[in-house]
């Protein structure tokens, strides 16, 4: 679409109760420019314009035509199983579509493969046929691994937990499990960038601590 207009910057700000000070804080975009750009006083250049687009973008709102904005409606989205795939798969699914022929990779948190049924090996095939790279954090002193040890890391002793959860692109999963069990209820994804880095920035951190599978 085209660049954004003056009205859509003013209602944007609206929609996100952010002040022009807090615009130019996370665009980058000092707040003079902002205030003039919004009177009309200058027509700024596409460069400045694209920046504060994308700032609103990345917090969840789209432009559409008609000088209108609105929120995005897949920033949040439910997995849950249906009679012909657990949700599981359908992660494996939107993991694949996401990543294909990217060669990036997923970042898992909590795994533990030995409950991994042959149709998720399967799918986890493809994926990685593709090109797709993983890295698993792992439960201390699980052996039972499909990939690499170098793929790996255990978790420092005492600190795995029963969450299992994705970072990818820029999305991040969580699976919620049926209370008292390792059965899958639903896998929560959350479409943010800035939600995904940080996830992306906590990985990293527990893995310089833990030690490659032996």
Same mark, same amino acid.
């Given at each position: 679409m #085209?660049?954004?207009?003056?009205e859509q910057i003013k209602a944007?700000?609206?929609? =996100?109760d952010w002040s022009q000070k807090v615009l130019a804080e996370n665009s980058g975009v000092s707040e003079p420019t902002i205030k003039l750009i919004e009177l009309g006083r200058i027509n700024?250049?596409?460069?400045?314009l694209g920046r504060i687009q994308s700032t609103f973008e990345n917090a969840g709102l789209e432009f559409v035509l008609q000088k209108g904005v609105r929120f995005r409606d897949d920033l949040v989205t439910i997995l849950e199983g249906r009679e012909d795939a657990n949700p599981f798969l359908l992660l494996l699914d939107d993991i694949y579509y996401t990543l294909k022929g990217s060669g990036d990779e997923v970042l898992w948190s909590f795994v533990e #493969? !030995? =409950?991994?049924?042959p149709e998720v090996v399967a799918k986890e095939k493809i994926i990685r046929d593709d090109g797709i790279r993983y890295r698993s954090l792992i439960r201390y002193g699980d052996d039972n691994l499909i990939h690499p040890p170098s793929e790996y890391r255990w978790i420092?002793? !005492?600190?795995? =937990?029963?969450?299992?959860?994705a970072v990818y692109a820029d999305k991040f999963a969580t699976v919620v499990n049926k209370p008292g069990s390792t059965d899958v209820e639903k896998i929560i994804v959350i479409r943010d960038r800035t939600i995904a880095d940080m996830k992306r920035s906590e990985f990293e951190i527990i893995w310089s601590l833990g030690k490659t599978p032996v």
């Open positions: #085209e660049m954004i207009v003056r944007a700000r609206a929609m =996100l700024s250049t596409p460069d400045t #493969e !030995g =409950l991994s049924p420092p002793k !005492g600190h795995f =937990l029963h969450n299992l959860s």
